[in-house]
């Protein structure tokens, strides 16, 4: 949307933060997609580059953002203006050079320092005016240096819609940015930009569509399976597991390869405290569907949500091996500011710590932020590490994995990798458990907290 800018991302491409200023002086503004976990490395980005350039135009944002702009812009006094709600066409006029104050959806320091928030701006209706990103990624970015390990590589990842219907309690983006109604791009216009990815990308393996609810609408996920089949791309999308047979074979047919799928607990007393929608009855029988028609699933699931008990573990953990299927991805309870979750804990006091955006370990890892009555935070935290093993560490899953190594050279290469970052990731779990054990707050002799 805006010509001559170019898009920087640090992490896959290596680019430590020297390489990054060297990049940066060359521009007026920058614009950095910040987030809870990292909001405190961003803001010494941000002054890094202020610091070589006074000059530069810094803006923040993203959903901490958007939820939390007064707290972000004191976070740093290096930070102009914060981007509320959907950012698109507010980042565009901060860099047509428009006044501030005629900026809706904008929050800034005005030159008293005083913070002010103009109206909001409206959420977009009409998907389709929004140009495609397919120019964009192949401009700025090596795709070959992003992997998931349940994606065929290289891969290309893309939204078709915003929003989500679904009304689960700790999900972020439909309840900051994205909003509740699916707003979607039409079926040509999505079919037209595969056609042009093809072009641009012919060595891509997959594409995957990351809306949050790819088939929350079902006819026109269907239009575009067709429109899908007949370029003979092979793909991949979020979905709930509430699909049907029929529904699962056209789309297999015409070039799915995967669901992304979002279990999250076994116990229907937790899913429907999260308002999640689907019980688990609804997950077994779409499980098993997916089975009969050869669709990968690569499960997700949470521990920590409300009201998570040694049960409720064991129940989930049951519950992902009764499934079986491919791939599984277990995370921890975050409860971000702007969501049911986040004012849930608040509320019944589940937080423990202070500092409720403190999310992350020391080590990068994410930490356990909640606990219940009969399950603490460092019981929940050590359950991730048990899940993962019970689960792999079995003859099917493994057998499984291990056929995709000997089919392919690449992908053996591949798991090779993706198994010593998981014994890593695993071995600093550990570490941090053991950490959070040895810090954790006693009542000495007058009641007063110490730590051991």
């Known amino acids: 949307m805006t010509p001559h800018s170019r898009l920087l991302d640090c992490p896959p491409h290596n680019i430590d933060l020297a390489h990054c200023l060297a990049i940066a002086k060359d521009f007026g503004h920058v614009i950095i997609n910040t987030s809870t976990p990292s909001l405190k490395n961003d803001c010494q980005v941000a002054e890094a580059i202020k610091a070589q350039k006074p000059d530069t135009q810094i803006g923040f944002v993203g959903a901490h953002a958007m939820v939390l702009p007064t707290e972000t812009l004191k976070a740093s006094p290096a930070i102009d203006w ?103 791009r039409s079926p040509q216009n999505v079919a037209n930009e595969m056609a042009h990815m093809q072009r641009l990308f012919p060595q891509v393996r997959e594409f995957f569509f990351d809306d949050d609810t790819f088939t929350a609408h079902l006819p026109r996920a269907r239009e575009i399976a067709k429109a899908l089949g007949k370029l003979g791309v092979t793909w991949s999308c979020n979905t709930r597991a509430n699909l049907d047979y029929d529904t699962i074979r056209l789309f297999k ?12 607990s076994g116990s229907d007393e937790i899913l429907k405290h999260i308002k999640k929608g689907v019980t688990t009855d609804e997950m077994r029988a779409f499980t098993k569907a997916c089975h009969r028609a050869g669709v990968v699933i690569h499960g997700t699931f949470i521990l920590g949500l409300p009201v998570e008990t040694k049960q409720t573990i064991e129940q989930t953990i049951n519950f992902a091996k009764e499934l079986d299927v491919f791939s599984l991805q277990v995370s921890l309870a975050a409860p971000y500011p702007g969501t049911e979750l986040y004012e849930q804990a608040k509320l019944n006091g589940w937080f423990v710590k202070k500092d409720k955006t403190d999310l992350v370990e020391a080590s990068g890892l994410q930490q356990s932020t909640l606990e219940y009555p009969d399950a603490t935070k460092e019981e929940i935290f050590e359950a991730v590490d048990r899940f993962y093993r019970s689960y792999y560490f079995r003859p099917g899953p493994a057998w499984r994995i291990f056929k995709t190594m000997l089919e392919d050279k690449q992908v053996f290469m591949r798991r090779c990798r993706e198994a010593v970052e998981f014994f890593t990731s695993l071995s600093q779990r550990k570490q941090d458990l053991k950490t959070a054990r040895f810090h954790k707050p006693i009542q000495n002799a007058t009641g007063k907290e110490s730590s051991t």
């Open 82 to 184: 914060v981007g509320r709600k959907e950012f698109d066409f507010t980042c565009k006029e901060v860099a047509e050079g428009r006044e501030f104050s005629s900026i809706a959806g904008l929050s800034y320091k005005n030159r008293d320092g005083k913070i002010i928030h103009n109206p909001e701006r409206g959420i977009i209706q009409d998907m389709d005016a929004l140009p495609w990103v397919a120019d964009v990624y192949q401009r700025d970015l090596q795709i070959e240096k992003y992997f998931i390990g349940y994606l065929q590589h290289p891969y290309i990842s893309m939204y078709t819609g915003r929003g989500c219907p679904a009304q689960c309690s700790f999900c972020l983006w439909p309840q900051t940015i994205g909003g509740h109604k699916y707003r979607v």
């Open 253 to 264: 047919d015409n070039g799915l390869r995967l669901f992304l799928v979002g279990y999250e």
